[in-house]
């Protein structure tokens, strides 16, 4: 399978770090659909994953002062590639996001499930909500949604590395990606070029206090920092909005053969492997 992706950061270069010769990360800025088309016809893929996107610097706050390049980049853009698929005949798998979903669902266990509408309020999440209310209309994308990504590779994208530089931290618990699992359902879903949306999180859910507990006991031991609420982090002046936290039910993964694996094991896992790389270095 050949796979090209467009998207030349944090999570495109790991997909291609794994899938080594399969994979080709393209360098090239989609700003028509030809810009894409000139891409697929030159490297001809079987497939075309969509990684690309604008989170803004030093972080989503970024978003709501810079509207018009947050919806090019995160609505815009999304769409003119998956028209450039279309004229291609190649499937899109598009990396969404599960921050499109604001506290609890109206389920019972109150996790939100793929065919729930967003409730999306910053601008970030509400570009990201948008494509996805778009291609998921059409018969050759699948959305791959995930959440606060962490990873064994040191890298400004990672969940561990965001905390861990953080003296305040909101206690709050959430589903999360282990990304050694999102790139291994990546390329399952690829192979088997599912449509429709996906959440790909890991069964079960993680608090930040969790996690830095492993990062304490694992990492560095002398790490500390204060606790705060998500209504503090805004009355604080740490961000613009309240940020994003819910519970995502990964239903659909199961339908075509797919699973994860448990949170609290990927996550141990993943620290250990951390603390090896963070040594290395």
């Given at each position: 399978m050949k796979i090209l992706i467009f998207?030349?950061?944090?999570?495109?270069?790991?997909?291609?770090?794994?899938?080594?010769?399969?994979?080709?990360?393209?360098?090239?800025?989609?700003?028509?659909k030809h810009d894409a088309l000139d891409e697929i016809r030159k490297h001809q893929p079987e497939v075309v994953l969509n990684a690309a996107g604008v989170k803004g610097h030093p972080n989503v706050d970024w978003c709501e002062d810079h509207q018009i390049e947050t919806i090019a980049g995160n609505t815009m853009m999304p769409i003119l590639l998956a028209q450039a698929c279309a004229d291609a005949g190649v499937y899109l798998l598009?990396?969404?996001?599960?921050?499109?979903?604001?506290?609890?669902?109206?389920?019972?266990?109150?996790?939100?499930?793929?065919?729930?509408?967003?409730?999306?309020?910053?601008?970030?999440?509400?570009c990201k909500w948008a494509a996805d209310l778009v291609?998921?209309?059409?018969?050759?994308?699948?959305?791959?949604?995930?959440?606060?990504?962490?990873?064994?590779?040191?890298?400004?994208?990672?969940?561990?590395?965001?905390?861990?530089?953080?003296?305040?931290?909101?206690?709050?618990?959430?589903?999360?990606?282990?990304i050694d699992d999102m790139i291994s359902v990546f390329h399952q879903l690829l192979e088997k070029k599912a449509t429709g949306i996906f959440h790909v999180t890991n069964p079960g859910t993680m608090k930040h206090r969790e996690l830095m507990g492993l990062y304490k006991e694992l990492v560095d031991p002398a790490h500390t920092c204060e606790w705060i609420s998500n209504e503090e982090l805004v009355t604080q002046g740490l961000a613009k909005k309240g940020r994003?936290?819910?519970?995502?039910?990964?239903?659909?993964?199961?339908?075509?053969?797919?699973?994860m694996r448990p949170v609290q094991e990927a996550l141990r896992d993943t620290i250990q492997k951390y603390a090896e790389a963070k040594k290395a270095l």
């Open positions: 998207g030349n950061g944090y999570i495109g270069n790991r997909c291609k770090d794994v899938w080594g010769d399969e994979a080709v990360v393209s360098t090239a800025h989609v700003h028509s598009h990396m969404g996001s599960g921050c499109i979903f604001y506290g609890d669902s109206p389920h019972e266990d109150r996790a939100w499930r793929e065919e729930d509408f967003g409730n999306p309020a910053p601008v970030y999440s509400r291609l998921s209309t059409l018969p050759h994308v699948g959305i791959a949604r995930i959440r606060m990504p962490i990873d064994w590779k040191p890298a400004g994208g990672n969940l561990i590395d965001k905390l861990a530089t953080y003296p305040k931290i909101i206690d709050v618990e959430n589903s999360v990606t282990i994003s936290n819910n519970f995502l039910a990964n239903t659909r993964l199961a339908q075509f053969g797919i699973t």
